[in-house]
Structures are given as C-alpha cells and as structure tokens.
C-alpha cells in the first residue's frame, strides 16, 4: 500500500511534506512525469520541477527504463537519474538516497506502478505517493502489472482499505 495517493503530481503538498522533515524526492519518468513515447519534459512539468528548486527538495528520477530514454528526458531539465533501476528492488532506492546525501525517512517516492515504485519504494523505508498515470497506454511490458495492479486494487477496496476516490489525497 502507498503511503499517499494523489491523482497527480501537481496535487501533492510539499509544504506539509518539508514540514515532515522530507528533504528529496525520488521520481519515477514514465506515466509518472510524462507519457511513456514523451521524449521531453511539458512545460507544466518543467515548472514543477523549479517549484521543487524553491522547496529546497533534491531530486533523482529512477526509472526501469534504458538510459538512452531516461538521459534524453533528464539532462535537458539537468536532473540526476538512475536508468534500468530494476524496481521493486532496493538497490536504486538507497543509490539515490545515498547520492542526495539524504536518509529513507527524510524521502518520498512518487510513482505510477504499485509493483514497481510503491513496492520498492516501501521496502527500502521510503514514504510512498502514488499517482493516477498520466496517460491510459502503456508499453507492453507495464499492461501485465497494471492488469495486477487493478485485481489487488479491487480486492482492497472489496476489504475498505482504498477509499481514495473519496479524497484529495490519502495520508
């Protein structure tokens, strides 16, 4: 389970998180940030990420993906990242962590995929924030865990443990 759920990144509250101690953010790139075929950063994203420079918030954007797709994305915005992170493993998480200089605790995940970011996210002790992906394609290797991803959905629902619909975001 996340920590968070938001419908997207512009909805979440970095002023209530810095007054949590949080001090950087871990992201993941596609259907997070931007649609997964999105080469470029939106001006809409662009600018979230200067309202992270304002906060004081580092970042690091860790993806799955190959570096060729994650550095063309990252280094026109000049944003740090860890390509092929293998998620949900824990070894990028803490890479990131140690490169911001930051501990677990002091970090949020945000992420489209509960079996990627969330999943590892959680297991590396970082509080999770997921988002409604950005766009309702995927590649054909994300349609497996999304079709997962809406059975366990159901089931916690069928349980009352998801009430997002009913909010903004769930803390």
């Known amino acids: ?19 949590k101690g949080i001090k950087a953010v871990i992201t993941d790139l596609d259907n997070t940030l931007v649609e997964w075929h999105r080469a470029e ?22 993806s799955n993906n190959n570096e060729r797709r994650v550095r063309a994305f990252c280094d026109p ?14 070894k990028a998480f803490r890479q990131a962590c140690e490169r911001m200089q930051v501990k677990p605790e002091e970090t949020v995940v945000i992420g489209d995929q509960i079996f ?8 590396a002790g ?9 766009t309702q394609t995927d590649d054909w290797m994300t349609k497996a865990n999304r079709k997962m991803e809406r059975f366990v959905l159901r089931k916690l629902k069928k349980r009352g443990l998801v009430k997002w619909e009913d909010t903004k975001s769930n803390e």
């Open 1 to 19: 389970m996340p920590d968070q759920y938001v419908k997207s990144i512009y909805e979440i509250d970095f002023t209530s998180l810095k007054t």
């Open 41 to 62: 950063a939106t001006p809409e994203v662009q600018d979230w990420f200067r309202h992270l420079d304002e906060y004081g918030l580092k970042v690091t954007i860790v």
């Open 77 to 90: 915005e000049k944003r740090v990242f860890i390509h092929s992170a293998k998620k949900p493993r824990r």
């Open 116 to 123: 990627t970011d969330v999943l590892g996210g959680n297991r």
């Open 126 to 134: 970082i509080h999770t924030i997921l988002v409604v992906p950005v």
